[in-house]
């Protein structure tokens, strides 16, 4: 009888727990614009592109989460002049950061990111050509940023993304690393209070 107790207690207490860990979390769609920029192309100015896909954010307390996104971006750089080149480069980047609310609608996170490149293209005097074997396939950077909730539902978002690798390829080598500055809206879709 003794064993059948504590066995009984184990289960409850270990039942608790269980159900106290559950992640909490929403998911959604988000989307706005990058000012872009390629560190190590100095001629050139910055880009305004867009991005856009969706998100999943688990809450492990009030104040900590874990979000990360899937992201169509756009980015690359203009031209400084007539003589330079456009480039335009799109990226399924994969964001995975961790966050802290400092308060019940502002927030501030960080963390890596994946970036795999779809489609480069660069664009001189209206001529288009497609110059994806010039650069890696893939593209490491490190997130930081901050946001602000309201009405439950919306979050607003700046974060500036730095990229830690060259994304030249073996054709075409040099130091150049992707940079941005993203702006974002994203609209919660659902939450769910376990997995």
Do not use: W
């Not at 390629?38 to 307390?61: C, E, K, P, T, W």
């Not at 001529?127 to 946001?147: H, L, M, P, R, W």
């Amino acid at each position: 009888m003794y064993k059948r107790s504590k066995l009984i207690l184990g289960i409850i207490c270990i039942s608790f727990l269980s159900i106290q860990a559950q992640d909490r979390g929403s998911f959604g769609v988000k989307g706005g614009f990058n000012l872009t920029d390629i560190r190590g192309d100095s001629d050139n100015d910055v880009r305004l592109a867009m991005h856009g896909g969706g998100y999943v954010q688990l809450d492990f307390l009030d104040e900590v989460f874990l979000q990360s996104d899937v992201l169509f971006s756009g980015q690359g750089h203009n031209a400084r002049t007539s003589l330079d080149n456009k480039l335009r480069l799109v990226y399924l980047n994969i964001p995975i950061v961790v966050g802290y609310r400092v308060t019940d609608q502002v927030n501030v996170h960080g963390g890596p990111q994946l970036g795999f490149l779809v489609k480069a293209k660069s664009e001189f005097a209206g001529t288009k050509t497609d110059v994806k074997n010039n650069f890696n396939s893939t593209d490491i950077a490190f997130v930081v940023g901050g946001g602000y909730e309201f009405m439950d539902v919306f979050t607003g978002t700046i974060r500036y993304v730095r990229g830690l690798n060259d994304i030249s390829s073996s054709i075409n080598p040099g130091t150049r690393k992707n940079t941005a500055i993203q702006l974002s809206i994203a609209v919660k879709l659902a939450g769910f209070s376990g997995l």
